[in-house]
């Protein structure tokens, strides 16, 4: 089935590519703030977008990102119900955060926004949500009741486009036959694929060598 590829400019650049697999993730983004659910959960795998997505969200909801700083200051049980709680919010890999025993901070948290109506709370993880180390039954009830979205593992064409998108932010021009070749022989993961347009970057500096199949295939190897 044919897919179409669309790009946008954020933050002056092309930052992210739309297809299939992730185009369900970036079509709810782009239609908030009328969700139905005050809580979006966003999973994948590493290197898969998760994070630009946020901040494509951030950008458009003036969202802020939970620090370490901010998660003390807000995840703590010493709340009080006057606390003034920004609108929205955003917490990346949630599944890191649960498993340093902080289960009840984060249920106080979405207590918290559930209580402003009008505020809105994305997390994102690798795994879904009954994968997460939540030891609370209120609290794995309230992360299921989220709008769950997966971003999915990508096909050869998105993968083309993350190698030539890094490469060419490095002046590295490599042509579509040569991207093919790649795509047809490497691990089907944004971080592999992320990696071997890091050796070519490396590779190609350190030996001056132009983009060829020969130099390729040394790469695959390695």
């Known amino acids: 089935m044919k897919q179409d590829v669309l790009n946008f400019k954020f933050e002056n650049k092309k930052d992210?590519?739309?297809?299939?697999?992730?185009?369900?993730?970036?079509?709810?983004?782009?239609?908030?703030?009328?969700?139905?659910?005050?809580?979006?959960?966003?999973?994948?795998?590493?290197?898969?977008?998760?994070?630009?997505?946020?901040?494509?969200?951030?950008k458009k909801s003036k969202a802020i990102f939970l620090n370490k700083k901010k998660i003390e200051q807000f995840f703590n049980n010493t709340y009080k119900k006057d606390f003034n709680v920004p609108d929205n919010w955003i917490l990346d890999n949630v599944d890191l955060f649960l498993k340093k025993n902080n289960n009840?901070?984060?249920?106080?948290?979405?207590?918290?926004?559930n209580e402003k109506k009008k505020?809105?709370?994305?997390?994102?993880?690798?795994?879904?949500?009954?994968?997460?180390?939540?030891?609370?039954?209120?609290?794995?009830?309230?992360?299921?009741?989220?709008l769950v979205?997966?971003?999915?593992?990508?096909?050869?064409?998105?993968?083309a486009k993350i190698i030539k998108k890094y490469l060419e932010e490095r002046e590295i021009i490599i042509d579509?036959?040569?991207?093919?070749?790649?795509?047809?022989?490497?691990?089907?993961?944004?971080?592999?694929?992320?990696k071997i347009a890091k050796k070519i970057d490396s590779k190609s500096l350190e030996s001056h060598s132009n983009i060829s199949f020969s130099f390729l295939k040394k790469i695959l190897e390695v």
């Not at 969700?35 to 979006?40: D, T």
């Not at 180390?133 to 009741?145: E, F, G, Q, T, Y």
Request: charged residues 20%; positive net charge.
């Open 176 to 194: 579509k036959k040569k991207i093919n070749y790649l795509t047809n022989r490497i691990e089907r993961s944004y971080q592999f694929a992320i």
């Open 16 to 58: 992210f590519y739309v297809t299939s697999k992730n185009s369900l993730a970036f079509e709810l983004i782009q239609k908030w703030p009328n969700w139905n659910n005050q809580f979006f959960f966003l999973y994948g795998p590493t290197k898969c977008g998760k994070t630009t997505i946020c901040k494509i969200w951030q």
């Open 104 to 113: 009840e901070k984060l249920l106080n948290f979405i207590n918290i926004i």
């Open 119 to 146: 505020s809105f709370f994305l997390m994102t993880s690798k795994v879904p949500p009954r994968q997460l180390p939540i030891k609370i039954n209120d609290l794995l009830s309230r992360v299921l009741n989220s």
């Open 149 to 159: 979205v997966k971003v999915h593992e990508p096909d050869n064409l998105l993968l």
